[in-house]
């Protein structure tokens, strides 16, 4: 920047604005007073020109007339150097207005990055909460899957709830008085309201008393019981309750306190509440062909049994949950032998065995001889293993769809494996009424047919719903089989009952 060399010629200012010379010249006759008030328009003219060339002319169109003239060359220097300034800064602002408005829009995509990131740790924090619980959960029972891995000897089977002081649940008097019976309705409630009734059966039957029973320690171990049932179709802790129930409603029904020792009501009890437990779905015939664990374990020998006579146990040797820790040592042997005979009693590999044996003993049955007795308790369980067609129709035939929708899960396993299928089991072959006619006619109704002869109260409770059982799906099979026959002869039926299906 630099002036003319005397005060008393015209003044002119050169500014190197972005490498352009500009020239701005004052007259001699300009006074101090007009110099002020072209500063003050400088400084509003600052805050609204953007561009230096339309900022340049304005001023020059203002200076020209003015004929400004300054006393001294310092002062003169001084105000030029200010508006020098005041133009850099007025370039400078708006370029600086640029880059912040871009760091912000930077900052601001960053935040909203750097949040999606949290939203996304929150939820990669709580999947691995909820995985972490689920370890825990399945740490507390067996784990055995299709290809099983058997449990650690020193792994602890124990309830993941706590166990409140107090029943979750008071039974009223209604259904206390079902509880005893075989049409008691085992769809109606749910996995508490079942536990709390298990409770209320040991109680009752005394067996909480007379084995001197911590009340809450049969709350853990029937939580634990609870847990290591799996979610089968079928075999699954509503299956155990039912099965516990009809045990329970036996021992009312035939007076069996009056004729057992109450350690032989006890036996029987805990065997109905575990003769399933930790079943994966898939019988034994299944483990057999496919060389699982469980049949390497056994020796292809009621594999499936011995594995819930073991879990059982595991679960009573935690202190927790051991509901006989106030036995003697020489009851503890005798209901741990009970429990395992009953349990692998229920093999239906053994059926036909253990129903001869016990048929050669009815003609002299005597209640003081403990293989008489032993026997009988086999055939209880087993009558109660597979009772369902003894309660009403509403509450038996969906275990025949649970039992069905298991059987053909196997099936298409073994399929699928280049196994064996049972026709049964076949979902292209087998069909409800099929399925039950021959189990009812060859199975069950034999069996308590030979039980009724021991305690014939059994048989307007139990035998005659069997028969009417067998009767109804004998009729359905006659319907099935007039369809199927009708089909033949008019094929146009069969595709009119196809279309229908369609329009439907």
Request: include cysteine; charged fraction near 25%; hydrophobic fraction near 35%.
């Amino acid at each position: 920047m630099g002036s003319g060399s005397s005060t008393y010629r015209p003044k002119c200012i050169y500014l190197d604005v972005d490498g352009r010379i500009q020239k701005v010249v004052f007259s001699k006759y300009c006074s101090s007073r007009d110099i002020v008030d072209l500063f003050c328009t400088f400084d509003k003219v600052m805050h609204t020109v953007s561009d230096f060339t339309a900022f340049f002319f304005c001023v020059a169109s203002y200076v020209f007339p003015l004929f400004c003239f300054l006393e001294k060359e310092e002062l003169f220097q001084s105000v030029l150097t200010q508006i020098a300034e005041q133009f850099s800064r007025v370039f400078k602002i708006n370029e600086l207005k640029t880059e912040v408005a871009n760091h912000l829009a930077m900052l601001e995509k960053k935040v909203e990055l750097e949040g999606l990131k949290i939203v996304e740790i929150e939820k990669c924090k709580s999947d691995i909460k909820k995985m972490r619980e689920e370890m825990a959960a399945r740490s507390t029972r067996t784990s055995c899957p299709c290809k099983y891995s058997f449990l650690d000897e020193n792994k602890k089977l124990t309830p993941r709830r706590d166990v409140p002081s107090y029943p979750k649940y008071m039974l009223s008097q209604e259904t206390i008085e079902a509880l005893r019976k075989p049409t008691f309705d085992v769809w109606l409630w749910e996995p508490n309201e079942m536990l709390s009734c298990l409770e209320h059966m040991y109680h009752d039957l005394g067996l909480v008393k007379d084995f001197n029973i911590n009340p809450i320690t049969l709350k853990r171990w029937l939580l634990c019981i609870h847990d290591n049932y799996r979610n089968n179709p079928f075999h699954n802790f509503r299956h155990c309750f039912c099965v516990t129930q009809m045990m329970y409603s036996m021992i009312s029904l035939c007076n069996l306190q009056e004729k057992f020792p109450q350690v032989d009501i006890l036996i029987l009890m805990t065997a109905a509440v575990c003769h399933d437990l930790d079943h994966p779905g898939y019988n034994n015939t299944y483990q057999i062909n496919a060389r699982t664990e469980l049949a390497v374990r056994y020796n292809d020998i009621s594999p499936l049994e011995n594995h819930h006579c073991a879990v059982a146990f595991q679960i009573i040797a935690q202190p927790e949950c051991n509901i006989f820790s106030n036995v003697t040592q020489e009851q503890f042997k005798r209901i741990r032998q009970g429990i395992i005979t009953l349990i692998l009693a229920t093999d239906m590999a053994r059926h036909a065995e253990i129903l001869d044996s016990f048929k050669e003993k009815m003609d002299n049955f005597d209640y003081s001889n403990e293989e008489h007795v032993t026997c009988l308790k086999m055939v209880l369980i087993k009558c109660c293993d597979i009772s369902n067609e003894v309660r009403p129709m509403e509450v038996a035939e969906p275990w025949v769809d649970c039992l069905l929708e298991e059987y053909f899960m196997q099936s298409d396993r073994e399929k699928s494996e280049g196994l064996p299928v049972a026709p049964f089991m076949d979902r292209d072959k087998v069909t409800k009424p099929t399925a039950q006619i021959g189990f009812l006619k060859f199975v069950l109704i034999p069996m308590f047919e030979t039980v009724t002869k021991l305690f014939p109260e059994v048989d307007e409770v139990m035998l005659q719903p069997l028969w009417e059982s067998r009767d109804r799906y004998e009729e359905l099979k006659q319907l099935d089989d007039a369809m199927k026959e009708a089909s033949y002869t008019y094929p146009e039926l069969e595709n009119g009952k196809k279309n229908s299906q369609c329009t439907e």
